[in-house]
């Protein structure tokens, strides 16, 4: 993901409005690991931006999605995840608390024999490992 001030560049660029608000959500976001769904970005920056409102943080979150700027997932986890790590990469997802870890792509050495292909081109892989993390595991 672009860095916060390149971020709020872009959207200048495109027309979109800058407030201090979606400037919070860009600073939620760098370096943001833990795939965050609207929901759980809102909370981070309803914190210190009492009067922002979630439906701010999902436009804003859809606008980047659009624009390309961050990957919008759907992993089964109940709602949109959200996630600044563009590079090529699969997903470790708990099944119990929704935890998403990014698994390198090192092994793009993933592929299906041409027969299994049904004739499709194959631009890119993403896999889903699911299962329990390491401190739902430990509960059982
Ligand atoms: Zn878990
Ligand atoms: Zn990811």
């Known amino acids: 993901m672009k860095s916060p001030a390149e971020l709020t560049a872009l959207f200048r660029q495109h027309g979109r409005k800058i407030t ?3 400037v919070s959500i860009f600073h939620a976001l760098a370096g943001n690991d833990q795939h965050p769904s609207a929901e759980s970005v809102y909370e981070v920056v309803h914190d210190e931006m009492p009067s922002i409102s979630l439906r701010t943080v999902y436009q804003t979150l859809h606008d980047l999605a659009e624009m390309g700027e961050i990957g919008q997932l759907d992993l089964g986890t109940g709602s949109a995840r959200f996630d600044p790590n563009l590079d090529p990469h699969h997903h470790l997802v708990c099944d119990e ?5 990014d698994v390198s792509a090192s092994f793009d050495d993933v592929r299906l024999p041409p027969r299994k292909l049904a004739g499709f081109r194959v631009s890119s892989t993403e896999i889903i490992f699911r299962g329990r993390c390491a401190d739902c595991a430990h509960d059982a």
């Open 97 to 101: 608390c929704g935890r998403v870890v």
């Open 20 to 22: 201090p608000q979606r």
